[in-house]
């Protein structure tokens, strides 16, 4: 606890300076405190230019930032959080400290000479790394190092968005994609801390400020339910078409990769040129969109043009987070969906802000599948209590829409590309690459759901297994029995406590023989008993049992699997 209070303390002050560092270097680049505000105006410091100068700004910051990059710490290019990901489900929550330093002058550079990226990747990255840091240095578990991970996150988010409960959320939900009392508590103390500092230097002011929204009529929830499908879509198109750029950007270039941010540039001038809005985050444009200053063609103009330039400006090896761009983009979305149900329904259908601001929780819970995250932090970042409903609802089936779209997030998406499964081995484990059917176990005689308790419990002491398969009176399988199920019921032994091994059997979730270890293994630890039976793939029989120790054994076969995979 006490490391998780140092851990905030340290991404509060890491976000100080990294917002700084934004600061500065857009005014010396552009010349503006945030130019996305004054779009189209000139540079003070070379007013000759005129608008013209979004065309050599870019390549500027990427003749700084490419080099630095390139040379010093390489996963600090793009949008951060992947690595994160990576670092907590594969590498022991192990960050190299030079990400920090590194991540921060470079996102800052890119930010501020036009990137059109968002700082949250940046600091989640840079907060990780200090945890990481300090857990090295005080020579923490593997489990603290990733919960120490965690609370550099929590913290990192929690200062730069002045959102505490988001940080929380976002850490535990993204980051370590668990819920425990030990991980709340810690990523709280992390948050509370990094907010303390962030809120003395930024002010306690909510990120924007929405007109009064009530929800007069139940149409209205229908509207919103729709929106939130929508935003699914273009939320995962997002995914799509920033990795497809990426692969054009990939294809296309064929110098080397520090000189590689400074020649996109020129690509990424000529996008800010058509289209100054998309410099650097775009705070004040994504207000105006909530207050209904666009008309329908110009927002959806912006909608697109954030794609483009988001998306060139990580393909070009630019850095920078993707949850601001996704923000835009749904409060465009939001907003010109808005203006035409006005159109269609008015008097209706409440006020625009309302669905730029269910617009942007539902596009990003559509791209990265964090809808708890999508809530509150639309929640904390607006202070508008009244919109949670239609919030949630939309959040809601914007997730379950981008389940049915696609296996992958925003995140994993760009693992997945290079190879990694977040839910499969690590790259030299030793165990994982096996298939289950190589290490399955017989299968232990299955109780009848007829079985009363008083002998199951005398089956299950003698089994050697801390649960059994169960089947009905066809032999079809009905699920798994525990020990301590058993034990637990007949200790309680009132009139209505189940007397059958049927009303206390449950259905884990399936491993099947063909399945890979690896993914077996999650489904193996979250059991209640000590193994789980393995599925035939086609009729869904069980044919085997998988337990730790018939786990543990392919640590004998993995040489023997490796050498076949090579022939």
């Not at 590689?260 to 001038?269: D, I």
């Not at 942007?360 to 508008?384: D, Y």
């Not at 994982?432 to 232990?444: D, F, I, K, Y």
């Not at 690896?518 to 869904?540: C, F, N, Y």
Request: proline share 6%; hydrophobic share 50%; net charge neutral.
């Amino acid at each position: 606890m006490a490391l998780a209070v140092v851990v905030g303390a340290g991404a509060g002050v890491g976000s100080v300076v990294f917002r700084w560092c934004i600061k500065t270097f857009t005014r010396l680049l552009s010349g503006h405190a945030d130019y996305a505000a004054s779009p189209g105006a000139g540079n003070p410091h070379a007013p000759w230019l005129g608008p013209y100068f979004v065309l050599l700004a870019p390549v500027a910051g990427g003749l700084l930032y490419g080099p630095l990059v390139n040379r010093f710490a390489k996963e600090a290019r793009g949008h951060g959080v992947p690595e994160v990901m990576l670092a907590v489900a594969q590498r022991g929550g192990r960050i190299s400290p030079k990400v920090a330093v590194v991540k921060t002058l470079a996102s800052a550079l890119c930010i501020g000479s036009g990137g059109s990226v968002g700082r949250e990747g940046p600091i989640v990255q840079i907060g990780s790394a200090l945890g990481s840091t300090l857990g090295r240095v005080t020579k923490a578990t593997e489990g603290r190092m990733k919960l120490l991970v965690a609370c550099g996150a929590a913290g990192g988010i929690t200062a730069t968005f002045n959102a505490p409960l988001a940080g929380v959320f976002f850490a535990m939900e993204l980051i370590l994609a668990t819920f425990s009392a030990e991980a709340f508590g810690a990523a709280v103390l992390a948050s509370v801390t990094a907010s303390i500092i962030g809120r003395a230097a930024f002010g306690n002011n909510a990120f924007l400020t929405l007109p009064d929204f009530h929800v007069d009529h139940l149409a209205q929830y229908g509207l919103f339910a729709a929106l939130g499908v929508g935003a699914a879509v273009v939320g995962v198109g997002f995914s799509r078409f920033l990795y497809l750029i990426e692969d054009a950007c990939d294809w296309l270039w064929r110098g080397p990769e520090w000189l590689r941010p400074a020649v996109g540039g020129l690509a990424l001038g000529l996008v800010l040129l058509a289209l100054p809005e998309m410099y650097g985050v775009g705070y004040p444009v994504l207000q105006k969109a909530t207050e209904d200053h666009y008309a329908v063609g110009f927002l959806l103009l912006l909608l697109v043009g954030k794609m483009l330039a988001t998306s060139l400006t990580i393909g070009i090896g630019g850095s920078g987070g993707v949850f601001a761009p996704s923000l835009f983009i749904g409060a465009m979305l939001g907003s010109a969906y808005g203006i035409g149900v006005h159109h269609l329904l008015p008097g209706s259908v409440g006020a625009v802000g309302a669905y730029a601001l269910v617009g942007m929780g539902a596009v990003f819970a559509g791209a990265a599948r964090a809808p708890i995250t999508a809530v509150v932090i639309l929640f904390e970042l607006t202070g508008e209590y009244s919109i949670i409903l239609p919030l949630m609802l939309a959040i809601v089936l914007a997730t379950a829409t981008s389940r049915l779209l696609t296996h992958d997030t925003i995140y994993t998406l760009k693992l997945r590309r290079r190879g990694i499964d977040l839910e499969g081995p690590a790259p030299g484990a030793r165990i994982g690459t096996q298939h289950v059917s190589a290490v399955m176990e017989p299968l232990p005689s299955p109780l009848a759901t007829s079985t009363t308790l008083a002998d199951a419990a005398d089956l299950l002491s003698l089994s050697g297994h801390g649960a059994l398969p169960v089947v009905d009176d066809g032999g079809d399988y009905a699920g798994v029995v525990t020990a301590q199920a058993v034990a637990e019921a007949l200790a309680e032994q009132p009139e209505d406590a189940p007397t059958r091994v049927g009303q206390l059997a449950e259905t884990p979730a399936p491993v099947l023989a063909d399945q890979p270890l690896a993914r077996a293994l999650h489904a193996l630890l979250s059991a209640a008993g000590t193994g789980v039976p393995v599925l035939d793939a086609e009729h869904g029989k069980p044919i085997g049992w998988l337990s730790h120790q018939s786990a543990l054994r392919a640590v004998h076969t993995a040489p023997l699997t490796k050498a076949a995979g090579g022939s």
